[in-house]
């Protein structure tokens, strides 16, 4: 629809898609932005980023697939304290029924679910 002028642009596609398409010009602006959450139920629990998780007893959960827990969480987080859900829900159920202190996923994906 691009090519034949029917609309002005696309959202997310690859960054080489203007060598197939050469009148679409790539616009380097994110058209969305998105953090990292944690979520506790202990009232005593406090984070400020990534590092604060460093040399804590925390056991710690995300979803899997979730690049920045991926990538961060395993640098601050002793491996045994470290687990992987498969869905956001397992991560709260295990907060709620006392089997992880936090769950840490990305921001739109967590609000999303609590909502």
Same mark, same amino acid.
């Given at each position: 629809?691009?090519?034949?002028?029917?609309?002005? %642009?696309?959202?997310?596609?690859?960054?080489?898609?203007?060598? #197939?398409?050469?009148?679409?010009?790539?616009?380097?602006?994110?058209?969305? =932005?998105?953090?990292?959450?944690?979520?506790?139920? %202990?009232?005593?629990?406090?984070?400020?980023?990534?590092?604060?998780?460093?040399?804590?007893?925390?056991?710690? =959960?995300?979803?899997? %697939?979730?690049?920045?827990?991926? #990538? =961060?969480?395993?640098?601050?987080?002793?491996?045994?304290?470290?687990? #992987?859900?498969?869905?956001?829900?397992?991560?709260?159920?295990?907060?709620?029924?006392?089997?992880?202190?936090?769950?840490?996923?990305?921001?739109?994906? #967590?609000?999303?679910?609590?909502?």
């Amino acid at each position: 629809m691009s090519d034949s002028g029917e609309i002005d %642009g696309e959202l997310s596609r690859i960054s080489s898609y203007n060598e #197939i398409h050469p009148y679409v010009i790539r616009v380097e602006e994110p058209h969305w =932005n998105s953090g990292f959450l944690a979520v506790a139920v %202990g009232p005593t629990i406090k984070l400020q980023g990534w590092k604060s998780l460093k040399n804590t007893d925390y056991t710690v =959960n995300y979803r899997r %697939g979730v690049k920045g827990c991926e #990538i =961060n969480l395993p640098e601050v987080v002793k491996p045994e304290k470290l687990e #992987i859900v498969d869905r956001t829900s397992h991560g709260y159920k295990k907060l709620l029924i006392g089997w992880a202190d936090i769950y840490i996923g990305s921001e739109m994906g #967590i609000v999303s679910t609590l909502k």
